[in-house]
């Protein structure tokens, strides 16, 4: 069974600091990776996956396949970026289904 | 354009109650998805429908928990004889397809007394 693992539940950053928020998971197939962010009050909403190879407000992830890691990172964090992160996996390339999820990191961003 | 709803937002109900659960996808959402999160932990999937296939139930926590999807549209998640572990937010997620990404609902925060 697939494992998705978010070594920090909190993380502080200062305004301009580069932050990385890091997700390992373990699975012996070629999964599709996700990461998903809550905002205070609204509901969980897709950062970016995988597949994509897009940056979205300034964030990207990498999968790295010999470390099995898909950590998400942005060079000059803002303050707006404060919100709860969760990382996912689906155990099929290409598909978005049955996700297994993270437990989270809540990244706070300080003036 | 109105998103996934859920309802209700809030549950408190007696241990060994059962409840019920609503989610009303995105109009067009062929799939439907039913995760848990407890306390400090991260999303678990619960069950699965995609069109007219038989759903995906292997989420499932125990035989108390049950859904169904009527007519392709709406779902309803049914909890047995509740017990105090199965106090938790219910999410549900909806998408055109499943290669397309889930989007999510507010919730239900159960909460088992």
């Known amino acids: 069974a697939q494992r998705v693992t978010q070594p920090e539940k909190l993380l502080s950053v200062f305004k301009g600091a580069p932050v990385e928020l890091k997700c390992n998971y373990s699975?012996?197939?070629?999964?599709?990776l996700f990461w998903y962010v809550q905002y205070s009050r609204q509901r969980l909403q897709l950062l970016l996956r995988?597949?994509s190879r897009e940056s979205i407000k300034g964030f990207t992830a990498d999968l790295n396949k010999g470390e099995t890691s898909f950590h998400l990172k942005k060079p000059f964090a803002q303050e707006e970026d404060s919100a709860m992160y969760y990382c996912?996996?689906?155990?099929?390339?290409?598909?978005?289904?049955?996700?297994?999820f993270g437990s989270g990191t809540q990244l706070t961003v300080l003036p | 354009g109105a998103g996934v709803s859920q309802s209700p937002s809030n549950k408190v109900t007696e241990k060994g109650k059962d409840v019920e659960l609503r989610c009303d996808p995105i109009?067009?959402?062929?799939?439907l998805y039913w995760y848990r999160q407890s306390l400090g932990q991260g999303l678990e999937f619960l069950i699965y429908?995609?069109?007219?296939?038989?759903?995906?139930k292997s989420g499932l926590p125990s035989d108390r928990f049950s859904a169904e999807r009527t007519g392709g549209s709406v779902s309803t998640l049914t909890i047995q004889r509740t017990q105090q572990e199965d106090s938790a937010v219910y999410l549900c997620?909806?998408?055109?397809?499943?290669?397309?990404?889930?989007?999510f609902g507010d919730g239900t925060r159960l909460s088992i007394l």
């Open positions: 997620a909806s998408s055109p397809r499943t290669d397309q990404p889930q989007h």
């Open positions: 699975y012996s197939g070629s999964p599709e």
């Open positions: 995988h597949i």
């Open positions: 996912a996996l689906c155990p099929q390339w290409g598909s978005a289904r049955q996700l297994t």
């Open positions: 109009s067009g959402h062929t799939a």
């Open positions: 429908f995609q069109g007219n296939s038989a759903p995906d």
